[in-house]
Nanobody, 125 residues
Framework: QVQLVESGGGLVQPGGSLRLSCAAS????????LGWFRQAPGKEREFVGN????????LIADSLKGRFTISRDSTRNTMSLRMYNLEPEDTAVYSC??????????????????WGQGTQVTVSS
């Protein structure tokens, strides 16, 4: 059973940066895709990006390219989301998710099998 635990959320001022981590356990092979989603109050869950575990290839939502990056440490089974130049509109609960897949095209929440509990990110002065 894959388990995902996010950490690193908090309060940050506009223009600031933040790094979120997702610790994954129970990965039985390298054919997984791990992703980040976010959900702001009153809004639908939104795809942030993902990373293909076997080669580190990433897919970032077009609206977030240039500000958000995803990386992984496969030796520690940890995925990171680095967020730069944060805006109040980035305020949301950020969740990591995983699916057993070799592809990396998965950008819909329903495509993911495993989810973490989420971590709150608040961008405010």
């Amino acid at each position: 059973q894959v388990q995902l635990v996010e950490s690193g959320g908090g309060l940050v001022q506009p223009g600031g940066s933040l790094r979120l981590s997702c610790a994954a356990s129970g990965l039985t092979s390298r054919d997984y895709v791990l992703g980040w989603f976010r959900q702001a109050p009153g809004k639908e869950r939104e795809f942030v990006g993902n990373i293909r575990w076997n080669d580190g290839n990433t897919l970032i939502a077009d609206s977030l390219k240039g500000r958000f990056t995803i990386s992984r440490d496969s030796t520690r089974n940890t995925m990171s989301l680095r967020m730069y130049n944060l805006e109040p509109e980035d305020t949301a609960v950020y969740s990591c998710a995983a699916v057993r897949s070799p592809l990396g095209y998965e950008s819909q929440a329903w495509e993911y099998e495993y989810w973490g509990q989420g971590t709150q990110v608040t961008v405010s002065s």
